[in-house]
């Protein structure tokens, strides 16, 4: 038996299904469909949820209280988005570090991640601070926070 472990990336917020949606444009990752349900390509896999979630008779006011975003080679980690009632109210003390520009040089890299940081920024992401690489400590990188001011890096 190996020990190595999987792990979920695990997100409160106010509105689950609106930020996986984020995340998985983000990371190129899918949103999974209802457990035991095919959905096909082209159909809204959150219409699925909620014809499966009002089958199941599930509250209306409860179809937003958990989403998930996955990859869809099954190689990087899944991520869960649960509702909690309050509010974000101090910086994360864990943070993702989006690997957008692996492998560039300098130029080619910061450009790379300007590219992705105006691609993020049109989907509801907030821009913060650029740093400039700083060799051999720092390739340089971009702070940003989602839509829900959750702060990430594009490194």
Not at 57 to 84: I, K, T, Y
Not at 118 to 127: I, N, P, Q, S
Not at 134 to 150: K, L, T
């Amino acid at each position: 038996m190996s020990d190595v472990r999987t792990v979920q990336i695990t997100f409160d917020c106010a509105d689950p299904q609106s930020l996986s949606q984020f995340w998985a444009s983000a990371l190129g990752y899918v949103n999974p469909g209802p457990p035991g349900r095919e959905v096909s390509e082209g159909t809204d896999v959150f219409e699925a949820w909620h014809e499966f979630l009002a089958e199941a008779g599930v509250p209306e006011s409860e179809w937003n209280s958990a989403s998930a975003a996955e990859d869809p080679d099954g190689n990087g980690p899944r991520l869960f988005f649960q509702r909690v009632t309050e509010g974000k109210t101090a910086k994360n003390r864990v943070h993702l570090d989006v690997r957008a520009a692996p492998g560039l040089g300098p130029e080619e890299r910061m450009a790379a991640l300007e590219a992705e940081c105006e691609r993020l920024v049109a989907m509801g992401a907030t821009r913060g601070k650029r740093f400039e690489p700083s060799p051999p400590m720092s390739n340089g990188f971009i702070v940003m926070a989602d839509p829900e001011g959750n702060e990430f890096c594009l490194d």
